[in-house]
């Protein structure tokens, strides 16, 4: 396949789309990281050249994925000084997949065109396992267009690809469905420790919830986690404090008042500040079980 491809960002998600890309046939001839011994590792893996700059992945690679942490990294990559991806860009398409303020994402289209690229919106609802097996939910934002002509890649990545609209409106979805999530994940931790302290079998009520209206994708993925303090990292609190504070801003701008979401908020960021972000979100079930770290 002709199209190269380029991976900025190269943690468990981003590492795991170019193995799959790989896979499928695609050439991954660029990876660059804020840790260089990673974006190194897994260029030996993939046949990748490992990149010293941001500005060597564009001039190495047609498309480029971004799969960084947060506002701030995502301007970093494309900043309009300095070294960028925006250096030599002319022609590239950048598919960004981080889970970013919707402004962000329509400044950064605004930057790749003003140097004669284009820029997509790729949100993925999906975690770790789904990035490697090809089975990400992807949400896309941007010119139509754009969309149609890096669709046969994405198609290898997600069994569910969805063109939402716009620059911008791909993260406003993908912040309300990471909005239900949180809340839902923190319903559960609390129905799972009340549950817990009043001495009911958490197998038991756990089998109830599946049946009745409690049922949830969350209780499928975290409620055994929960019960079982296993909370090996998938999606960490630390992002979904993150997340939170995105869909409240929404909120705010839009006039709303989100009583749910700004307390699910208070919810994980009391787990960062108790130093369990880095545990996935079940871990927000440690601050609602009784002699655990709540």
Do not use: W
């Not at 929960?226 to 609190?237: E, I, L, N, P, V």
Request: hydrophobic share 45%.
């Amino acid at each position: 396949m002709s199209t190269t491809i380029g991976f900025v960002g190269t943690g468990r998600m981003g590492g795991n789309m170019a193995r799959r890309l790989k896979d499928c046939g695609y050439t991954i001839t660029a990876v660059y990281d804020a840790h260089a011994t990673t974006a190194a590792a897994l260029a030996q893996e993939i046949g990748a050249a490992p990149c010293p700059t941001l500005a060597a992945v564009t001039a190495k690679a047609e498309l480029i994925f971004t799969v960084v942490t947060d506002d701030v990294a995502q301007l970093a990559v494309f900043a309009e000084t300095g070294d960028s991806l925006l250096m030599g860009a002319p022609g590239r398409t950048f598919v960004n997949c981080a889970t970013l303020t919707p402004e962000i994402h329509v400044e950064v289209e605004r930057r790749a065109r003003a140097v004669g690229a284009a820029s997509l919106e790729g949100c993925m609802a999906s975690s770790i396992p789904q990035a490697r097996n090809g089975t990400l939910y992807l949400m896309c934002g941007g010119e139509l267009a754009t969309f149609e002509r890096v669709k046969p890649v994405l198609e290898k990545l997600s069994t569910a690809l969805r063109y939402i609209g716009p620059a911008g409106s791909a993260a406003q979805v993908k912040a309300l469905v990471n909005l239900v999530m949180n809340i839902n994940t923190a319903g559960l931790a609390e129905g799972l420790g009340l549950g817990a302290a009043l001495g009911l079998d958490l197998d038991m009520l756990r089998e109830v919830f599946l049946q009745t209206g409690a049922n949830s994708q969350v209780l499928k993925t975290d409620g055994e986690d929960m019960q079982h303090r296993a909370h090996d990292c998938y999606f960490s609190g630390a992002h979904a404090a993150k997340d939170a504070g995105i869909a409240c801003q929404l909120g705010l701008a839009a006039g709303l008042k989100l009583p749910l979401a700004q307390a699910t908020k208070a919810q994980f960021d009391r787990m960062v500040a108790l130093g369990l972000g880095g545990l996935d979100k079940s871990g927000v079930a440690e601050l609602t079980f009784k002699d655990r770290h709540g």
